[in-house]
């Protein structure tokens, strides 16, 4: 909301710097976003009264200028304007000045002009930063004149209205009533403790036959209506002061009447709307929503086809205004206008943010309406001010014909509770008299009786119910370093920390972390063209992924039912940075759901996907998933397996026991080309739920053997389809002694020959009861070989 | 006789040759060895008279031990050229690069969140995970925020179904917990959250850590208590706290908390914008509306509850200065998150 400083001046007498008055706002909870001097590139300029114009010597363009500027002695200045002439009173920027230009700032020096010296330069209403409405003839092409009575040598700044302060304020949502200067005029009169000055709503009313009588067919969506009869409108341009102040808000003017629907949505938050009375229809006006299909025709010549959600206003026949957010064509305001019926309503917010939304069309009113008007106080003095500035203004005649509907009880909400009840709020003690004092300010009326009190809340203040929201607005206003920092103490104790799922993902994260994988983060949702990405088949369960119903885009339109593309995209994004190695984690939800269309919550799981590219290959990322499952003491085994995104020979399933608990493997090469991947990727995708379940709880200690173990290698050659998998497991069938079999090494050459491999392997001996000698070693290293020759054709190296 | 001496320089001669300590050996072996030299002349002493015997076996004997000392200081001298071999052929470059075990690491909103997570835990609070995806109720309904209410429009929201939704705030996860368990509460609810905002200072997703505490006698002079162990060790032991009016259904009082800016200690730079000040989280008592659709006694208890974006205080703590580097995950970025 913007607020004039000058304009906030009407109603307080304030008068302090504006940036103290910026941190008096923000102490009270209206934080000034932006606070402009609206003279700020415009330094240096004063007024002057041309007394002679000659020709430039040299110059048939030029026109050389002999100025008054009173105080400040006089200057010449030469000027290419054409609308100078002897008399006229002109802006004048002198030596070391600065005017707007261009969007910039211009500085102006003393200089020459083909040989004959200028003191400054005259100044168009451009270079003030002005238009029309601030200062009549700043629009025209040439020098800005001046009005013939105005002061010489003075600072154009205040006679051009740019003297002046903007406050930005956030409003929060709560606050609808402070979406007005003279909202926001209340809450300065509060908080610098001064009289607050209500603008003046008297009006004489002149007697009329006239009748337009108002039904409302939908008291909810309007709770009020108030419609004014105003006649003998002559439709004019308005006051300097007005069309500045519409101006300064960033408003053009365009008439009296219309000016003044604009004044009083600006001034008391009340949107108004003024219907040329001969256009209503059999003097009716009707409040009720629209049939499906109906048209309106808005003063923007704008055509809308209606559904029944839409609130109309409408006479004895037709639609004349879209309720809340803008009149008709047909019944506005024209130049010969002569009779007015005025509107001044309370419509719900809801209504109104839906029509405009689906509408697409939005105004000054609807925006002003989403924010909540409330039905008992703004639409009344909203009228009331509306008819008073016609009778100031001198544009119509009010008259004593008004109509008020309204279908909410006409009471004032009271809270009932005591000083002490605030004080355990706040938890600390703010005198009887601060508290009266403090809300008295804020209009509420307040009953003391002893050490309880009841309080009348102000109609316009909707969103006070119960002493808390009174706790606010003492504390606010009494100030928030009255607060004295304490430590619950009178709490209760309470033991605090992760639950054992959240310690255990911590450990996860960390055993990842050891690995050399650094952490990603992702967002929860991705394209549904990273499924085709991958490869999935059309009926793959990944692609029964949860949409959101209003994304940012396609490509952050489904929810992740598999973490793989997030990872890949994160391969392919550093590599294209330059980054040609690196290891990367994610733990994050998936989400899953049997239909796509959610009927209750659906799963959310986690999962866990590990990228390794550049440096590394399989058994490093594999090397990674068994370090993570060995830090919960998880049994875990790997088999051959495939996945369409995957390299079909470098694929295998995770499984535990007989659950399949992941997938890792190279990116399939075609893939990799496809996205100009050079070095091979890997990826990972484990179930972490289902992982975690089976995590080790606690660390029990197993008892040492008594006697040292045996170290033996191992070397057969077999044929290329025998397994690693295969020749351990023979072993460690083989001979119960062998605790571990461990692959070190495995070789190809020539004269092993064709189609065959020499596997290395590493196995240990342990016993538990008896001294391993080493003719035992040897019977079991013997019967393990044997084993090997007969199952798998293996010969000792 | 005659045959000693020569056996004794004959092996002198060999032995002196020797170039290693294996061939060394083989010398040994051939005179001192079971079938050498020195070991068949004492074996041939069956062929002499017996009473040549005794003389010739002192003679073969100092013979043997005179070889055995040479042979002894041979070995030692040519050990010692070998060891001196050895070392010079296992001579390394020490300036080539050590190997090293690369470390990875953890994000930084990973970071702030553990470290809030420990600093409130040493409080009393429990740390409780609510879900992403909520219903409308839970979201908004009741923190007190109904279908119509203005700060509905406050937050984009991506909605799934008309009821279901991605949580816009972790305050979510409050109804949950005060559902289940009665006060006294102390809970910590971080996560991720969404919000339909993406521009250059706003993620659709970030993170973000609840707070709330529900018992007899809370009050705001507590919440600013809490906020400032808070911000004493989260940013620095002399950072401060301020609290301001704002606004959130949910809360009543509501207050914006602005922590004093640790890069200028409150003096005003460009980071607080020249203010001293650094708005960091939203906080306030809870409402009591909130408090009965959760059906805890407002009149019995009453609690504070405050919520900031972890996003947010890791970037003031790291000095980030791009929220979207938190989520393009470029290990070049990741990399300097070291523990």
Request: with cysteine; hydrophobic share 35%; aromatic share 6%.
């Given at each position: 909301m913007l607020l004039p400083y000058s304009w906030l001046k009407e109603y307080v007498n304030v008068s302090i710097p504006a940036e103290e008055l910026k941190d008096k706002l923000f102490s009270c909870g209206f934080e000034v976003e932006e606070l402009t001097y609206l003279g700020k590139d415009v330094e240096g300029v004063y007024t002057g009264k041309i007394v002679k114009c000659e020709k430039h010597p040299d110059a048939d363009r030029l026109t050389v200028c002999g100025v008054d500027c009173g105080g400040r002695g006089m200057k010449q200045i030469v000027t290419a304007a054409t609308n100078v002439f002897e008399g006229a009173i002109v802006p004048i920027a002198?030596?070391?000045?600065?005017?707007?230009?261009?969007?910039?700032?211009?500085?102006?020096k003393t200089g020459k002009l083909r040989g004959v010296t200028s003191e400054g330069m005259f100044c168009s209403g451009e270079e003030l930063g002005i238009n029309d409405d601030f200062y009549e003839g700043a629009e025209v092409n040439g020098i800005l004149i001046l009005d013939g009575d105005?002061?010489?040598?003075?600072?154009?700044?205040?006679?051009?209205?740019?003297?002046?302060?903007?406050?930005?304020?956030?409003?929060?949502?709560?606050?609808?009533?402070?979406?007005?200067?003279?909202?926001l005029a209340r809450e300065v009169a509060a908080v610098c403790k001064l009289p607050l000055k209500a603008p003046e709503t008297?009006?004489?009313?002149?007697?009329?036959?006239?009748?337009?009588?108002?039904?409302?067919?939908?008291?909810?969506?309007?709770?009020?209506?108030?419609?004014?009869?105003?006649?003998?409108?002559?439709?004019?341009?308005?006051?300097?002061?007005?069309?500045r102040r519409l101006a300064l808000m960033g408003l053009r003017s365009v008439s009296n009447i219309v000016d003044i629907t604009n004044y009083v949505l600006l001034e008391m938050g009340q949107p108004m709307h003024a219907f040329d009375r001969k256009f209503l229809h059999g003097d009716r006006i009707i409040v009720r929503c629209a049939e499906e299909g109906e048209k309106i025709t808005t003063l923007d010549e704008k055509e809308f086809t209606l559904r029944p959600d839409n609130l109309l206003i409408c006479d004895g026949e037709r639609p004349v205004a879209l309720?809340?957010?803008m009149g008709g064509l047909n019944s506005e305001i024209k130049e010969d206008t002569y009779e007015v019926f005025f509107e001044a309503a309370s419509f719900a917010r809801d209504s109104v943010r839906k029509t405009s939304r689906s509408l697409g069309q939005r105004s000054d009113s609807s925006a002003r309406f989403e924010k909540g008007v409330d039905p008992l106080y703004t639409p009344e003095i909203g009228m009331a001010r509306a008819l008073h500035l016609v009778q100031e203004l001198g544009c119509g005649t009010p008259t004593d014909y008004g109509a008020d509907v309204f279908s909410v009880p006409m009471t004032k909400k009271v809270v009932r509770t005591s000083y002490a009840a605030l004080d355990r709020v706040l938890g600390i003690h703010v005198p009887k008299e601060e508290v009266n004092g403090i809300l008295g300010r804020l209009f509420f009326e307040i009953d003391e009786k002893g050490e309880e009190f009841s309080a009348v809340v102000p109609l316009w203040r909707d969103d006070v119910d119960g002493f808390p929201d009174l706790a606010e607005e003492v504390i606010r206003m009494y100030g928030y370093e009255h607060i004295v920092p304490t430590f619950l103490e009178r709490a209760t104790v309470?033991?605090?920390?992760?639950?054992?799922?959240?310690?255990?993902?911590?450990?996860?994260?960390?055993?990842?972390?050891?690995?050399g994988f650094m952490e990603a983060c992702n967002y929860s949702f991705y394209s549904p063209k990273d499924f085709d990405l991958l490869r999935l088949p059309a009926d793959a369960p990944e692609r029964r992924a949860i949409k959101i119903l209003?994304?940012?885009?396609?490509?952050?339109?489904?929810?992740?039912?598999?973490?793989?593309?997030?990872?890949?995209?994160?391969?392919?994004?550093?590599?294209?940075?330059?980054?040609?190695?690196?290891?990367?984690?994610?733990?994050?939800?998936?989400?899953?759901?049997?239909?796509?269309e959610l009927k209750e919550l659906p799963e959310e799981r986690k999962h866990l996907v590990l990228g390794l590219w550049g440096e590394g290959d399989f058994f490093d990322l594999k090397g990674a998933v068994e370090a993570l499952a060995e830090a919960f003491d998880v049994r875990i085994s790997f088999e051959k397996g495939t996945r369409p995104y995957l390299h079909p020979g470098v694929t295998a399933v995770v499984k535990m026991g007989e659950k399949e608990v992941g997938v890792l493997g190279e990116l399939h090469p075609e893939i990799a080309n496809g996205l100009a991947l050079e070095r091979k990727a890997y990826l990972a995708e484990l179930d972490y739920a289902a992982l975690s379940r089976k995590f080790a709880k606690d660390i029990t200690y197993r008892g040492l053997p008594k006697f040292e173990r045996v170290q033996r290698d191992l070397a057969v050659v077999v044929g290329e389809e025998i397994t690693c998998a295969q020749v351990t497991e023979c072993i460690l069938h083989a001979c119960k002694a062998v605790t571990k079999a461990e692959l070190f090494d495995v070789y190809r050459g020539k004269q092993l020959g064709e189609g065959k491999k020499s596997m290395a392997l590493r196995l240990t001996f342990e016993c538990a009861d008896s001294p391993l000698s080493p003719e035992t070693v040897e019977k079991f290293f013997g019967k393990i070989v044997g084993n090997l020759q007969h199952n798998l054709s293996a010969e000792l190296r | 006789m005659e045959e000693d001496l020569d056996l004794l320089q004959e092996a002198t001669q060999e032995a002196e040759a020797a170039e290693d300590s294996h061939s060394l050996y083989e010398v040994k072996m051939k005179f001192l060895g079971r079938t050498g030299k020195v070991t068949a002349l004492l074996k041939g002493m069956k062929e002499l008279a017996q009473e040549a015997r005794p003389a010739f076996g002192k003679k073969v004997n100092a013979l043997r031990e005179a070889l055995e000392e040479k042979f002894a200081a041979l070995e030692e001298k040519i050990k010692a050229k070998e060891l001196q071999k050895k070392l010079k052929s296992e001579d390394v470059d020490v300036t080539m690069p050590g190997r090293k075990h690369r470390e990875g690491t953890l994000h930084p909103v990973t970071r702030v969140k553990d470290q809030l997570i420990d600093l409130f835990a040493g409080m009393g609070f429990e740390v409780f995970e609510g879900p992403e995806i909520e219903s409308d109720y839970y979201n908004f309904?009741?923190?007190?925020?109904?279908?119509?209410?203005?700060?509905?429009?406050?937050?984009?929201?991506?909605?799934?179904?008309?009821?279901?939704?991605?949580?816009?705030?972790?305050?979510?996860?409050?109804?949950?917990?005060?559902?289940?368990?009665?006060?006294?509460?102390?809970?910590?609810?971080?996560?991720r959250v969404f919000r339909s905002d993406d521009d250059a200072t706003h993620s659709p997703m970030f993170h973000q850590m609840e707070g709330l505490v529900v018992d007899r006698h809370i009050t705001l002079c507590d919440l600013q208590g809490m906020l400032d162990e808070f911000a004493k060790k989260m940013f620095s032991e002399t950072s401060k706290t301020r609290l301001?009016?704002?606004?959130?259904?949910?809360?009543?009082?509501?207050?914006?908390?602005?922590?004093?800016?640790?890069?200028?200690?409150?003096?005003?730079?460009?980071?607080?914008?020249?203010?001293?000040?650094?708005?960091?989280?939203?906080?306030?008592?809870?409402?009591?509306?909130?408090?009965?659709?959760?059906?805890?006694?407002?009149?019995?208890?009453?609690g504070f509850a405050f919520g900031m974006g972890i996003e947010r205080i890791a970037m003031l703590k790291y000095g980030i200065n791009n929220i979207k580097l938190l989520t393009e995950n470029d290990v070049r970025f990741l990399e300097q998150f070291k523990d």
């Open positions: 002198l030596d070391g000045a600065t005017v707007k230009h261009e969007g910039g700032v211009q500085k102006i105005t002061p010489l040598g003075a600072d154009i700044r205040p006679i051009v209205g740019i003297d002046d302060y903007l406050f930005d304020i956030a409003v929060t949502a709560n606050r609808p009533d402070c979406m007005s200067i003279f909202g008297s009006y004489g009313c002149a007697k009329t036959d006239v009748k337009v009588t108002v039904e409302v067919k939908e008291p909810k969506l309007c709770p009020r209506y108030i419609g004014h009869y105003v006649k003998d409108v002559k439709i004019g341009k308005s006051p300097r002061f007005l069309r309720a809340g957010v309470t033991h605090g920390g992760r639950t054992p799922a959240q310690a255990q993902e911590q450990k996860a994260k960390k055993a990842l972390q050891h690995e209003n994304p940012i885009g396609e490509d952050l339109s489904v929810m992740r039912t598999t973490l793989v593309p997030s990872m890949l995209q994160n391969i392919v994004r550093n590599v294209r940075r330059g980054n040609y190695e690196g290891r990367l984690f994610e733990l994050a939800n998936v989400y899953l759901c049997e239909a796509t | 309904t009741a923190l007190n925020t109904p279908a119509d209410h203005p700060a509905r429009d406050m937050q984009d929201t991506f909605y799934l179904t008309e009821k279901f939704l991605l949580r816009t705030q972790t305050s979510a996860g409050q109804i949950r917990v005060m559902e289940k368990k009665k006060p006294p509460i102390k809970i910590l609810s971080p996560g301001r009016p704002s606004y959130f259904p949910f809360t009543e009082p509501s207050v914006e908390v602005d922590v004093s800016c640790a890069s200028c200690g409150g003096k005003g730079c460009p980071l607080c914008k020249g203010t001293g000040w650094i708005e960091v989280l939203g906080a306030g008592m809870v409402n009591r509306k909130v408090l009965e659709n959760c059906g805890v006694d407002p009149d019995e208890y009453s």
